[in-house]
């Protein structure tokens, strides 16, 4: 189920939101009824929940006025930052998200990223049906990614980071994959995350682990290997499908022969990013 959490800036109801994947992919998506949510450290940015040095220095500047400093020297100071540091290090394999791209209309950009040519779709729909799709048990959280230089005293994320009011723990575990670099911009990419603590706890019942703090101090193996599903209702989340400009008719016939068979009633259609523009187009767009 959604569920908001301050300090994550999840989109608007009447956002366009978009998941460019393959066939098999999205077949397997109708059968399950579930999206695929991956870990954390599987993904091909090394920088992904990397914490920027300049938020970590302003957390150390920052327990001055939290900790009196007759009473606790500056090694300890350091220790409780590195304290943290860890805890945040254990736990990127147990952070679960599923990836979407905000736009109002489809990307070729999007299409060529992923290579998603003879077998590409993609699947179209808002912030609101995004939100009230979400069935499984377990809360997820929807966060537009902050793009950020890292260093810059002024960044919104920073700033909003070393808010106050939003309790730690919170921050470090989520916070730090709700930001890319500057260079990932043109993704504008919203990401879903599922709450931790719970899924954790609820991982390692069988496993004598008294607290999810005592989970990440032991080290324990993997939940799972790459990722796990997480129930949805598909004919909410589903606005459209729209099959990859570069496929041909058929796929785009067979596409929409298999969703009926699972009993969707959504529309898919071929994409038309490719198709040569008409008279009445070139003579009223002014043409070459």
């Given at each position: ?45 090394p920088y992904e929940g990397f914490i920027p040095q300049s938020i970590m220095d302003a957390y150390k500047q920052s327990l001055e006025s939290v900790i009196p400093t007759e009473f606790v020297e500056a090694i300890m100071k350091t220790e409780f930052v590195e304290a943290i540091m860890k805890r945040h290090e254990a736990s990127r394999k147990y952070v679960m998200c599923n990836c979407w791209h905000q736009n109002v209309v489809e990307s070729m950009a999007m299409w060529e990223k992923y290579h998603m040519r003879n077998s590409g779709v993609a ?166």
């Amino acid at each position: 189920m959604y569920e908001e959490l301050d300090g994550i800036n999840p989109p608007n109801d009447t956002d366009i939101l978009w998941r460019y994947t393959n066939f098999e992919v999205f077949v397997n998506l109708l059968d399950t009824e579930a999206l695929y949510f991956t870990r954390a450290d599987k993904f091909e940015d090394p920088y992904e929940g990397f914490i920027p040095q300049s938020i970590m220095d302003a957390y150390k500047q920052s327990l001055e006025s939290v900790i009196p400093t007759e009473f606790v020297e500056a090694i300890m100071k350091t220790e409780f930052v590195e304290a943290i540091m860890k805890r945040h290090e254990a736990s990127r394999k147990y952070v679960m998200c599923n990836c979407w791209h905000q736009n109002v209309v489809e990307s070729m950009a999007m299409w060529e990223k992923y290579h998603m040519r003879n077998s590409g779709v993609a699947i179209k729909t808002t912030g609101a049906k995004m939100k009230n799709s979400l069935t499984s048990e377990y809360s997820i959280y929807i966060g537009k990614i902050e793009y950020i230089y890292g260093d810059a005293d002024d960044d919104p994320y920073m700033q909003n980071f070393l808010q106050n009011d939003i309790p730690l723990a919170k921050k470090l575990t989520y916070f730090p994959y709700l930001q890319k670099r500057k260079e990932y911009e043109h993704e504008q990419e919203v990401r879903l995350i599922v709450d931790i603590d719970r899924f954790v706890t609820d991982a390692l019942t069988n496993q004598t682990v008294e607290t999810v703090d005592t989970f990440f101090e032991t080290g324990l193996p993997d939940i799972c290997e790459i990722g796990m599903p997480f129930d949805i209702d598909v004919n909410m989340l589903i606005d459209e499908v729209i099959v990859s400009p570069y496929a041909k008719d058929w796929i785009t016939e067979t596409l929409r022969s298999v969703v009926q068979k699972f009993g969707f009633n959504f529309d898919v259609r071929a994409s038309t990013l490719l198709d040569a523009p008409t008279s009445d187009e070139l003579i009223n767009g002014g043409g070459l």
